[in-house]
């Protein structure tokens, strides 16, 4: 039965329009993950609309980052070069009959992975009310989309030998990515590492027996499990959460049509005792009598988070829980 919150239904019910037909013909689309261009005719909507998704941060980390790296383009449509784009925004205004703005979305229409988000209204007023009331779900959706494309990337190519681990220690089964091949096992516990000397990346499950009903229980559970089997290397050192709140971004088990919704935490760790910390995320799923955790943690002090977090993310929601 999948735990995955990537079943659950949009904040914002779009249209999809000339969705791919999944042939695998279609060309490689160009881009990073995460970057997003902002295109149209009109100017100034097009600068409100970039402005909007620029202004997004991606929660839980030390400093502030940019959701999306945005890019912009005035032009009537899509040139040869910007259809293959990864993730597009195309902006539309001067539609008289509109009474309310649209938004609809098209699925891989030139290349793939793409997202193609329209915005269509009668003046640039009636967008930036839109806008101001349904900017995150429009997040939600280019969020969702990179997330996929994480798990679609992982589903090819993950770490077969950490995968047979999890299935044997939790009867469950998570996709790693391949350079997370240091590993430590305790009882009800992995640790999977790419013990990188810039830019590490974790990935910790565990499981415990009772059932997590709030933010606040997963959180001391959290810190329970860490001190136990994440000592730092000085003595009496061990890992933490940090005093700044974590982001609870649903706080509480909720049963929906296939499961139960995990509680999903992003915030930062700390070494007690020691100069080391970062961010975050973790999803706790109970089934049963006992309770689920998988959670990813970074740990680099030289870069930017929110592309390795992002990477692990994607990992954790391909938990799928067998038995």
Not at 218 to 240: H, Q
Not at 250 to 269: A, F, Q, Y
Request: aromatic share 6%; charged share 20%; hydrophobic share 40%.
């Amino acid at each position: 039965m999948s735990k995955s919150l990537l079943s659950l239904g949009l904040c914002l019910l779009m249209a999809c329009a000339g969705c791919s037909n999944g042939s695998g013909l279609m060309p490689k689309s160009g881009g990073r993950p995460y970057e997003v261009l902002v295109t149209g005719a009109d100017s100034e909507a097009v600068a409100m609309v970039a402005s909007s998704i620029r202004d997004l941060k991606m929660e839980g980390l030390p400093q502030q980052e940019a959701a999306f790296d945005v890019s912009t383009l005035v032009s009537d449509g899509l040139t040869q070069a910007t259809r293959y784009a990864r993730n597009i925004v195309m902006v539309t205004t001067g539609i008289d009959s509109l009474k309310h703005a649209v938004v609809s979305y098209q699925q891989n229409p030139y290349a793939q992975p793409q997202l193609i988000l329209h915005l269509r209204a009668a003046s640039t007023g009636q967008l930036r009310s839109t806008l101001i009331n349904n900017v995150r779900a429009i997040e939600h959706q280019l969020v969702l989309q990179e997330l996929n494309n994480g798990i679609a990337l992982l589903r090819n190519k993950h770490n077969k030998a950490a995968e047979t681990m999890v299935r044997e220690m939790f009867g469950a089964r998570l996709w790693v990515p391949e350079d997370l091949n240091k590993w430590k096992r305790g009882q009800d516990f992995l640790w999977m590492s790419n013990d990188a000397a810039r830019g590490m990346q974790n990935i910790c499950i565990y499981r415990y027996a009772g059932t997590v009903l709030t933010s606040e229980q997963a959180i001391a559970k959290r810190d329970s499990v860490m001190r136990l089997w994440l000592p730092g290397e000085s003595e009496g050192s061990y890992m933490k959460t940090a005093p700044y709140p974590a982001v609870a971004v649903n706080n509480h088990s909720e049963k929906t049509p296939d499961g139960i919704r995990p509680v999903e935490l992003r915030g930062l760790w700390e070494m007690e005792g020691e100069a080391m910390g970062g961010p975050f995320v973790s999803l706790s799923t109970s089934y049963g009598d006992s309770t689920l955790v998988v959670e990813a943690f970074v740990y680099a002090p030289e870069t930017e988070k929110r592309r390795l977090v992002r990477r692990l993310e994607a990992s954790l929601h391909t938990l799928n829980i067998e038995h």
